[in-house]
């Protein structure tokens, strides 16, 4: 039996999420040529007596990196420890956190692509050789002291794979880059935690949700919970079931349309259509004028857009497409979009 995990090395997620995470391979909806990938290298890792070769989970935010991560220790009977990279400030905290390590145990790092250039520098040894040099003492008495890890796997997560060096990169033995779900897997996944969050809702009411998860696990999560949210506040009655006028009432208090635009999403279109008249136009003026974060607009909001097919990548900016003037109603000629 494989031993609690123990996320002692980071912070817990809302407790509602973890409830409906996916503790086995089995029970992992989706991704299914990764999941039979993965289900094998554990089988031979556990025949040979050796931990897994490091892997590395690439992919937009939300499709179950760290879910996965989990699994690989659950699978393997490790213990599980989690980092996220940009709290390493200095080589020493890794340090501190490799030598911790207990025999084939898993270490989780988020957002490995932030790494530090150093603290990246000392990973490399640990990797391949499953050593670490930590200098003792300062200045013309300072020494260097390596330390021997016991056998151990790593699993890096980013959503930016082509921000990693190719030293790092080339470490990891295993590669999986995460997609984006099928409407019947999200569905699934709704089901799943409707049950486990004794949520009464009908299948019309699911497909709304499904529809507006941007093909992405965790926004059909959460979008779940505000749904019953107002379900809730609506009815007063734990035990009313949720059809879909009910969702359909969430969502336009929400803002969030039919195709799962949200109010930023149309900010965000709505002004490449009227500032520079619908493009070709770069995200950082977008994002002064919308006084939004860049990092939200180029990981959360452009890639579903582009997915969409709302906003076309070129190589002087981003530009509307015909289906966006469509989607959001707007008229007019090069000189004058509006939104009537």
């Keep these: 039996m494989a031993p609690p995990i123990e996320p002692h090395l980071n912070l817990e997620k809302d407790d509602?999420?973890?409830?409906?995470?996916?503790?086995?391979?089995?029970?992992?909806?989706?991704?299914?040529?990764?999941?039979?990938?993965?289900?094998?290298?554990?089988?031979?890792?556990?025949?040979?007596?050796?931990?897994?070769?490091?892997?590395?989970?690439?992919?937009?935010?939300?499709?179950?990196?760290?879910?996965?991560?989990?699994?690989?220790?659950?699978?393997?009977?490790?213990?599980?420890?989690?980092?996220?990279?940009?709290?390493?400030?200095?080589?020493?905290?890794?340090?501190?956190?490799?030598?911790?390590?207990?025999?084939?145990?898993?270490?989780?790092?988020?957002?490995?692509?932030?790494?530090?250039?150093?603290?990246?520098?000392?990973?490399?040894?640990?990797?391949?050789?499953?050593?670490i040099d930590i200098a003792v003492g300062d200045g013309t008495l300072a020494n260097s002291v390596q330390i021997t890890l016991p056998p151990f796997t790593l699993v890096g997560a980013t959503t930016r794979p082509g921000d990693l060096t190719a030293p790092l990169r080339d470490r990891f033995g295993i590669r999986f880059h995460l997609e984006f779900y099928q409407d019947e897997d999200i569905i699934t996944i709704l089901s799943r935690a409707a049950d486990i969050w004794k949520i009464?809702?009908?299948?019309?009411?699911?497909?709304?949700?499904?529809?507006?998860?941007?093909?992405?696990?965790?926004?059909?999560?959460?979008?779940?919970r505000r749904v019953w949210d107002y379900a809730l506040a609506e009815s007063g009655d734990l035990s009313h079931e949720?059809?879909?006028?009910?969702?359909?009432?969430?969502?336009?208090?929400?803002?969030?349309?039919?195709?799962g635009m949200t109010r930023l999403d149309r900010q965000l279109m709505l002004s490449i259509a009227n500032h520079y008249q619908g493009g070709p136009v770069g995200l950082k003026p977008l994002s002064a004028i919308l006084a939004e974060d860049l990092t939200t607009l180029e990981d959360y909001v452009e890639p579903y857009l582009v997915r969409r097919g709302f906003i076309r990548r070129?190589?002087?900016?981003?530009?509307?497409?015909?289906?966006?003037?469509?989607?959001?109603g707007l008229s007019?000629?090069?000189?004058?979009?509006?939104?009537p």
């Design 16 to 131: 509602r999420e973890l409830q409906v995470r996916p503790a086995r391979l089995t029970d992992f909806v989706g991704q299914r040529d990764i999941a039979e990938n993965l289900s094998a290298y554990l089988k031979a890792a556990l025949v040979r007596r050796e931990p897994l070769d490091h892997v590395l989970l690439s992919g937009p935010p939300g499709l179950g990196k760290t879910t996965l991560a989990r699994i690989i220790a659950n699978e393997a009977g490790a213990r599980f420890s989690q980092i996220t990279a940009p709290n390493i400030k200095r080589p020493g905290d890794l340090a501190k956190i490799l030598s911790a390590l207990g025999e084939n145990d898993v270490l989780f790092i988020d957002e490995i692509h932030r790494l530090p250039a150093p603290a990246e520098e000392l990973l490399y040894g640990a990797m391949e050789d499953r050593t």
């Design 242 to 259: 949720i059809d879909r006028g009910a969702a359909e009432f969430a969502f336009g208090k929400m803002q969030i349309d039919a195709e």
């Design 314 to 328: 070129t190589p002087r900016g981003r530009m509307l497409t015909p289906e966006a003037y469509k989607h959001l």
């Design 200 to 224: 009464s809702m009908t299948a019309e009411s699911r497909a709304s949700v499904s529809r507006r998860a941007r093909s992405t696990p965790r926004i059909a999560l959460h979008l779940l």
């Design 332 to 339: 007019g000629g090069p000189q004058g979009l509006f939104e």
